[in-house]
């Protein structure tokens, strides 16, 4: 029987098991970065600038079975700070069994203590398996996103 899933803050020795579910993660969505930018993106997830994005991970029987970024930043249509969940992922074997799920409660948790009440993100209309969650712990929009041609 496996072990309770445990979410806690990214850790040094984490950085080859990160980077391969990032690498997955990036992958789902038909892209890839440089290894320069693994090496840049994990330095930011393990300092302590506030300013930069921050990293949970979802450890399960010693393994890192899921992580999710997120960054907390200013809105103009609000006092208080907003979080943005940019990236989510749990590895394809433990879909379905609440690592998603606790990965964002952790988010939410962390919002929460640092006085941001919103929580938002994004995902590609096709991402059907996620919107299941999504859907069940979140409010879809109307928003349509754009970017730089």
Not at 1 to 13: D, F, G, P, V, Y
Request: glycine share 4%.
């Amino acid at each position: 029987m496996a072990h309770a899933i445990k979410i806690r803050a990214l850790r040094t020795e984490d950085r080859d098991a990160w980077a391969e579910m990032w690498r997955d993660y990036l992958a789902f969505y038909e892209t890839t970065v440089p290894e320069a930018i693994y090496a840049t993106t994990f330095s930011r997830l393990i300092g302590d600038d506030p300013q930069d994005f921050s990293c949970f991970v979802a450890e399960q029987d010693r393994k890192l079975v899921g992580l999710t970024h997120f960054l907390f930043h200013r809105h103009a249509w609000k006092v208080e700070q907003v979080c943005y969940l940019q990236d989510l992922y749990a590895r394809p074997e433990t879909r379905g069994t609440g690592v998603g799920r606790a990965l964002i409660q952790a988010v939410y948790d962390q919002a929460d203590r640092k006085g941001a009440p919103s929580v938002y993100w994004l995902t590609q209309e096709f991402n059907h398996t996620a919107r299941q969650l999504y859907d069940r712990i979140g409010t879809l929009t109307p928003f349509v996103k754009y970017n730089r041609s």
